[in-house]
């Protein structure tokens, strides 16, 4: 009773934000929320599932490269594709947990097959680094699309995420990078700002949001933590006040729509709001890993997604504490982007205080 009390008044809310010509179908959801605490009270069984299932993969992985499998490129790119359809099939028509996690090991090693075998297959003919990245982002926008597990449109998100990194890399594209993170960031802003609009629209978009989203989060993650670790990786990335300032929009306009949905009007009181906003935020523009980190840790508190919460929390501190430490920078500035950030995350919480207290109201 109480699960349903509070489902009623969350979509009477989210009825409410998006106006007249918003539907939704209550039993639908009702049932999918049914499923998705089943998921949840599984989860621990899942992972220890997961966990059996990977290492018995890999075991069968060891026996293949035993039986000199590594020896005919064809055979394991050609077994890698049969693992990936097969996953994708096991995981459809095999409702059991147990099924569910091998198929996502199968899924793991398909990747590992395919992109081995690829690269030994055409390393004599031309880049085989670029036809492996290629071939894998082809493979992972497949899963993306026709997937039926979230563990593996997750995966498929990562992975393509690393092919087109890798594209990068390879052909010496560094700064190429900030495009990588304005399309990251970007989707990320979008996915979180039309949540109810995108999980309505249909029930394949519904099951699959949140797999993308958190793989668009960590995605976003790794990609900024390349601009912190350039001297491991021997890249050259630049400018960056270019995603400094894109992520830092972004964040400005997530908080205008939360300014929204609260009871200031005062002109006034939104210009000085903007304005600490831009102050606080102007010494971050040199250093995009904090923006992005505080974009993800803002955008999934205000959706109440709790694992990017804490993703961005954690990449927030991990960011800041590197940033601290980087060489390039005085101790003034970074100082000065230690207080900022102090002062922002003040300023969020009074904001945020009055906003739940207007929302209550």
């Given at each position: 009773?109480?699960?349903?009390?509070?489902?009623?008044?969350?979509?009477?809310?989210?009825?409410?934000?998006?106006?007249?010509?918003?539907?939704?179908?209550?039993?639908?959801?009702?049932?999918?929320?049914?499923?998705?605490?089943?998921?949840?009270?599984?989860?621990?069984?899942?992972?220890?599932?997961?966990?059996?299932?990977?290492?018995?993969?890999?075991?069968?992985?060891?026996?293949?490269?035993?039986?000199?499998?590594?020896?005919?490129?064809?055979?394991?790119?050609?077994?890698?594709?049969?693992?990936?359809?097969?996953?994708?099939w096991?995981?459809?028509n095999?409702?059991?947990?147990?099924?569910?996690?091998?198929?996502?090991?199968?899924?793991?090693?398909?990747?590992?097959?395919?992109?081995?075998?690829?690269?030994?297959?055409?390393?004599?003919?031309?880049?085989?680094?670029?036809?492996?990245?290629?071939?894998?982002?082809?493979?992972?926008?497949?899963?993306?699309?026709?997937?039926?597990?979230?563990?593996?449109?997750?995966?498929?998100?990562?992975?393509?995420?690393?092919?087109?990194?890798?594209?990068?890399?390879?052909?010496?594209?560094?700064?190429?990078?900030?495009?990588?993170?304005?399309?990251?960031?970007?989707?990320?802003?979008?996915?979180s700002?039309?949540?109810?609009?995108?999980?309505?629209?249909?029930?394949?978009?519904?099951?699959?949001?949140?797999p993308?989203?958190?793989g668009?989060?960590?995605?976003?993650?790794?990609?900024?933590?390349?601009?912190?670790?350039?001297?491991?990786?021997?890249?050259?990335?630049?400018?960056?006040w270019?995603?400094?300032?894109?992520?830092?929009?972004?964040?400005?306009?997530?908080?205008?729509?939360?300014?929204?949905?609260?009871?200031?009007?005062?002109?006034?009181?939104?210009?000085a709001?903007?304005?600490?906003?831009?102050?606080?935020?102007?010494?971050?523009?040199?250093?995009?890993?904090?923006?992005?980190?505080?974009?993800?840790?803002?955008?999934?508190?205000?959706?109440?997604?709790?694992p990017?919460?804490?993703?961005?929390?954690?990449?927030?501190?991990?960011?800041?504490?590197?940033?601290?430490?980087?060489?390039?920078?005085?101790?003034?500035?970074?100082?000065?982007?230690?207080?900022?950030?102090?002062?922002?995350?003040?300023?969020?919480?009074?904001?945020?205080?009055?906003?739940?207290?207007?929302?209550?109201?």
């Amino acid at each position: 009773m109480a699960n349903t009390n509070q489902l009623d008044a969350l979509l009477h809310g989210i009825a409410q934000e998006q106006g007249e010509g918003f539907t939704f179908d209550r039993a639908s959801i009702e049932q999918e929320a049914q499923q998705n605490s089943l998921r949840i009270s599984q989860l621990a069984v899942k992972v220890l599932v997961i966990l059996g299932g990977f290492l018995g993969a890999s075991t069968f992985l060891g026996f293949l490269v035993a039986a000199g499998l590594y020896n005919s490129p064809i055979a394991m790119a050609t077994l890698g594709i049969i693992l990936l359809a097969g996953a994708e099939w096991l995981i459809r028509n095999k409702k059991e947990s147990t099924a569910d996690s091998v198929g996502v090991s199968f899924n793991i090693i398909g990747y590992i097959l395919l992109a081995v075998g690829v690269g030994q297959l055409v390393e004599e003919v031309m880049d085989s680094g670029t036809v492996v990245a290629l071939v894998m982002a082809c493979a992972a926008t497949l899963l993306i699309l026709f997937s039926h597990s979230g563990i593996c449109t997750f995966l498929a998100v990562l992975v393509l995420n690393g092919s087109l990194l890798g594209l990068l890399f390879i052909h010496k594209i560094y700064n190429g990078a900030h495009a990588l993170i304005i399309l990251q960031g970007a989707i990320l802003i979008f996915m979180s700002l039309n949540e109810a609009k995108l999980i309505a629209a249909s029930a394949k978009l519904n099951t699959k949001y949140g797999p993308i989203r958190m793989g668009v989060i960590f995605s976003l993650v790794i990609t900024l933590g390349l601009f912190v670790h350039q001297k491991f990786l021997s890249s050259a990335i630049g400018y960056f006040w270019v995603s400094g300032l894109f992520l830092s929009g972004c964040l400005i306009y997530l908080l205008h729509r939360v300014l929204q949905n609260t009871d200031i009007t005062n002109i006034k009181t939104k210009a000085a709001f903007y304005t600490c906003c831009l102050l606080i935020l102007t010494p971050t523009v040199v250093a995009p890993s904090v923006p992005g980190a505080l974009l993800i840790l803002l955008s999934s508190f205000y959706i109440g997604h709790k694992p990017g919460f804490w993703v961005g929390l954690l990449a927030l501190a991990y960011f800041v504490i590197l940033y601290y430490y980087d060489l390039n920078l005085t101790l003034l500035a970074k100082s000065g982007v230690l207080v900022a950030s102090g002062l922002f995350f003040l300023g969020g919480f009074v904001l945020l205080n009055r906003y739940l207290k207007s929302y209550a109201n």
